[in-house]
C-alpha cells in the first residue's frame, strides 16, 4: 500500500539520519500513525485521511528515547 511504502521510505530516511533499531522505529512509526488517525491498525485509515496519514509519515520524528 501507499502508506506501507511511506513508512519504509519515511524510518529508512530518519535511519540515515540518527544511530536506532529498525525494529523498534518501525513500531513507534505505526503506532504513533495509528493514536494519530484513531485506528486499530494502518490499514484501517480512511480514504479521505490517506493524503493527510502521507503527511504525517514524511513528516515523522522519533521520539529521543528511541535513539541509541
Request: proline content about 0%; cysteine-free; glycine content about 4%.
Given at each position: 500500500?501507499?502508506?506501507?511504502?511511506?513508512v519504509?521510505?519515511?524510518?529508512?530516511?530518519?535511519?540515515?539520519?540518527?544511530?536506532a533499531?529498525?525494529?523498534?522505529?518501525?513500531?513507534?512509526?505505526?503506532r504513533?500513525?495509528?493514536?494519530?488517525?484513531?485506528?486499530?491498525?494502518?490499514?484501517?485509515?480512511?480514504?479521505?485521511?490517506?493524503?493527510?496519514?502521507?503527511?504525517y509519515?514524511?513528516?515523522?520524528?522519533?521520539?529521543?528515547?528511541?535513539?541509541?
Amino acid at each position: 500500500s501507499k502508506l506501507q511504502k511511506a513508512v519504509s521510505t519515511g524510518v529508512f530516511q530518519r535511519l540515515g539520519v540518527v544511530d536506532a533499531e529498525r525494529k523498534l522505529m518501525f513500531s513507534a512509526i505505526y503506532r504513533d500513525l495509528k493514536d494519530r488517525f484513531g485506528v486499530a491498525s494502518y490499514r484501517d485509515v480512511k480514504r479521505k485521511d490517506l493524503k493527510n496519514a502521507l503527511l504525517y509519515v514524511q513528516n515523522w520524528i522519533e521520539k529521543a528515547e528511541l535513539r541509541n
